[in-house]
């Protein structure tokens, strides 16, 4: 079949790099994809802002299931009016995306369904919000409720700086209308955890877990980032925490999305922090996360295509998805000065000696001019590496990630180091 896929990131190379696996794929087309995507398929540069014109692409161009990548064409309707079209679409509707682009809606979601989650409440206005403050331990998490490219949590320290922060997103609106409702939330401690399932709105099945890096510096430290490198499956999280994980919030919020009327089909992703008081989520996303698919999908043997055409069709419950046994991380690669302004169009080296049987490069930022790869955003690459266990993945990340070379290349070298030194198991 006639595939075309939506993203531009690390992701959407990962994600083409295993669809071109699949007997099922006849051609694959990318919107608007990167230099990554371009040696898998087709770039095509439709804009993703005008579903009309992208509807027209897929029905020109026999387009039987479209995939999409990032959450904004989600919540923006995309799939939904690919779907009106009878484009089969692997990722949830716009009323079922809601879940990810309006944390006030998760939250509500979560309280009423009585899922673990954060003490919270939800603000528009900066007066009620402020005397809502006075009453609340330091330090707290103030989020914007709409899409912020992972720049819409803040944690203030104080009470002073969490007022600063509404000024900024309530009074100053500086994420825009993304930050126009804020939620203030309980700080958690604990360590996080990504887990993503597969569903088709009744049955939700577990990929392997994931951590990602949102510091931009080694141990943690710096600003947030998109994410600077990520492992899979996370070695101390025992198999019976998943499967209560799975049992008491995946499947009850699957159950909670189809009751309402707005079942979810695609990827559902919840951030967890595993406190002392069990797992508690962070938040929902609605798609595959960015860079955890570089590693996930890198561990999947099933056919993606099957999969997805399962979760489409409803009988994801029929299928066996396999995983390698194998480990994997993924190292971010980026432009100097990211996560603030950047530079781009810089020439990147050493792409094809970095590839090997362990090792695969996956581009995010970055387009082709002259048959020449150049930088094109902030996180230009996701090295990744696999292996028989973690410390074979690790290595084989940094081995190719040492091949590459950019001016101004910036990558954390301490990506996984922090659970190779653990012996805390959470079961
Ligand atoms: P979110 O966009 O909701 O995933 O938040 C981004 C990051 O902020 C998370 O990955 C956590 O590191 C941190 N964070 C979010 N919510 C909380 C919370 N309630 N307590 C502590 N840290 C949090
Ligand atoms: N890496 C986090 C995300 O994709 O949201």
């Not at 939506?6 to 699949?22: F, V, Y």
């Not at 799939?79 to 079922?96: I, K, N």
């Not at 922060?165 to 958690?188: F, Q």
Request: one cysteine or more.
């Amino acid at each position: 079949m006639n595939i075309l896929l939506i993203g531009d990131g690390g992701r959407e190379h990962a994600i083409a790099w295993k669809l071109t696996d699949s007997p099922k794929l006849k051609k694959l087309y990318i919107a608007p994809g990167n230099a990554g995507t371009a040696m898998l398929g087709q770039n095509v540069n439709l804009n993703l802002e005008n579903p009309a014109e992208v509807v027209r692409f897929a029905e020109d161009n026999k387009i039987a299931l479209a995939i999409i990548g990032p959450a904004e064409p989600l919540a923006a309707g995309l799939g939904d009016a690919l779907s009106d079209v009878g484009v089969a679409v692997f990722g949830p509707s716009q009323a079922a995306v809601q879940i990810e682009s309006d944390k006030a809606f998760a939250k509500d979601f979560l309280t009423k369904h009585n899922l673990p989650t954060a003490r919270y409440a939800a603000f528009t206005e900066y007066s009620a919000a402020c005397e809502y403050l006075a009453d609340l331990d330091y330090p707290i998490v103030i989020k914007a409720t709409g899409l912020a490219d992972g720049k819409g949590a803040i944690l203030p320290q104080t009470h002073t700086e969490a007022k600063l922060t509404l000024r900024d997103l309530l009074l100053d609106n500086r994420l825009g209308k993304a930050g126009s409702t804020v939620v203030i939330e309980e700080y958690l401690e604990g360590v996080e955890v990504s887990l993503l399932a597969f569903s088709d709105g009744k049955t939700v099945k577990a990929m392997p877990t994931a951590q990602d890096h949102k510091r931009l510096r080694d141990g943690g430290l710096g600003p947030n980032t998109g994410g600077m490198g990520a492992y899979a499956p996370v070695p101390n999280v025992a198999q019976s925490l998943i499967d209560r994980v799975m049992e008491t919030i995946m499947q009850p919020t699957i159950d909670g999305m189809r009751a309402a009327g707005t079942p979810f089909v695609g990827v559902l992703y919840a951030g967890l922090m595993l406190t002392d008081a069990g797992p508690q989520v962070l938040e929902f996303n609605a798609r595959f996360g960015d860079p955890e698919a570089q590693v996930i999908l890198t561990l999947l043997k099933s056919d993606l295509i099957e999969i997805g055409l399962a979760c489409i069709n409803g009988t994801l419950d029929e299928v066996e998805i396999d995983w390698y046994p194998d480990a994997a991380a993924c190292v971010v690669m980026a432009a100097n000065g990211y996560p603030n302004a950047y530079a781009s169009g810089i020439p990147i080296d050493g792409l094809d000696a970095a590839k090997s049987d362990y090792s695969e490069v996956f581009h995010g930022g970055t387009k082709l001019l002259h048959g020449n790869v150049l930088s094109a955003g902030g996180r230009v690459l996701g090295v990744t590496g696999w292996g028989a266990d973690f410390r074979a993945a690790i290595d084989n990340a940094y081995l190719a990630a040492e091949k590459v070379e950019f001016a101004g290349a910036h990558y954390r070298r301490d990506i996984g180091f922090e659970v190779l030194n653990t012996s805390v198991e959470f079961s």
